[in-house]
């Protein structure tokens, strides 16, 4: 690679479009690195050759696409990205769907109807016994509500804990209240471990409690593989489950759940929303 043929920042930033302060974001994120850094000044510096892939970031993030995807997807060693980049569209449309519908629903309900949401999501129930868990409970914020959950399911498989089989064995999340703007839950997340482990485990992770999430029974939908959640999608899927429950002469008992049914080592995992009925 020729000396010639590299630009400072500025130029790069002309060239590309993209201000300093996006590329010196880029560069953070791994998005697109710098071929060289001054060792004394910190001055970056980039080929001419990566102007192809500045456009390409750049119109990637212009069509919503986060920049961890943006990473995933351009990382030569993960695979062609366009599966990442199409997955990532595809979450998108449906939440979009899933706004309008909701939206939809929302003007019934202000002139007087009923909606009916029985035919969102295909409601099932499942009998699930009792078991322990090791959980984690917080407040957090919108912000803070992903990286809190990824850092627990992650610490587990740091140390070689691996999840139980089934659903009983399965991490899941217990919101006990709303995390929005207006509302910081809170939230648990909980690791099921075996009954004979779970003393020693406990040790093992001694920030965690130790506790007994009791039999009962959940109505729950198939939320899907998903690289991140969307509120409007988890709201049509609540409102399934509470008019399943009416319609059933159910009462709702807990909170919403979210369990991890796959995947949870990496992104993208397969997710169920349940409620705890009786």
């Given at each position: 690679?020729?000396?010639?043929?590299?630009?400072?920042?500025?130029?790069?930033?002309?060239?590309?479009?993209?201000?300093?302060?996006?590329?010196?974001?880029?560069?953070?994120?791994?998005?697109?690195?710098?071929?060289?850094?001054?060792?004394?000044?910190?001055?970056?510096?980039?080929?001419?050759?990566?102007?192809?892939?500045?456009?390409?970031?750049?119109?990637?993030?212009?069509?919503?696409?986060?920049?961890?995807?943006i990473r995933t997807a351009l990382r030569q060693d993960q695979g062609p990205g366009a599966e990442r980049i199409a997955l990532f569209w595809a979450e998108a449309e449906a939440e979009h769907a899933a706004r309008r519908r909701l939206a939809g629903n929302l003007i019934d309900r202000l002139q007087g109807k009923e909606p009916s949401m029985t035919t969102a999501y295909q409601v099932r129930v499942r009998d699930l016994s009792a078991r322990s868990v090791l959980s984690l409970t917080r407040h957090v914020t919108n912000e803070e509500l992903t990286l809190a959950g990824r850092e627990f399911i992650e610490s587990f498989h740091e140390a070689g804990v691996h999840p139980l089989p089934g659903p009983e064995g399965a991490p899941f999340t217990i919101y006990y209240g709303e995390v929005s703007e207006d509302s910081d839950g809170?939230?648990?997340?909980?690791?099921?471990?075996?009954?004979?482990?779970?003393?020693?485990?406990?040790?093992?992770?001694?920030?965690?409690?130790?506790?007994?999430?009791?039999?009962?029974?959940?109505?729950?939908?198939?939320y899907g593989q998903a690289t991140q959640l969307h509120v409007s999608r988890i709201a049509l899927a609540v409102q399934s489950l509470l008019s399943w429950a009416r319609d059933a002469d159910r009462r709702v008992t807990g909170g919403l759940r979210l369990l991890y049914r796959a995947g949870t080592a990496g992104e993208g995992p397969d997710l169920d929303l349940s409620l705890p009925v009786r």
């Open positions: 690679m020729s000396e010639a043929e590299e630009v400072g920042i500025s130029e790069f930033s002309r060239l590309s479009r993209l201000s300093p302060k996006a590329l010196r974001l880029y560069d953070r994120m791994g998005v697109l690195e710098p071929v060289r850094v001054d060792p004394a000044t910190g001055y970056r510096h980039y080929h001419r050759d990566q102007l192809e892939r500045a456009r390409l970031v750049a119109s990637l993030r212009q069509v919503g696409i986060p920049l961890a995807d809170p939230i648990e997340w909980c690791w099921p471990v075996a009954r004979d482990e779970a003393q020693t485990l406990a040790e093992r992770f001694p920030a965690l409690a130790l506790r007994t999430d009791a039999a009962h029974v959940e109505a729950y939908v198939h």
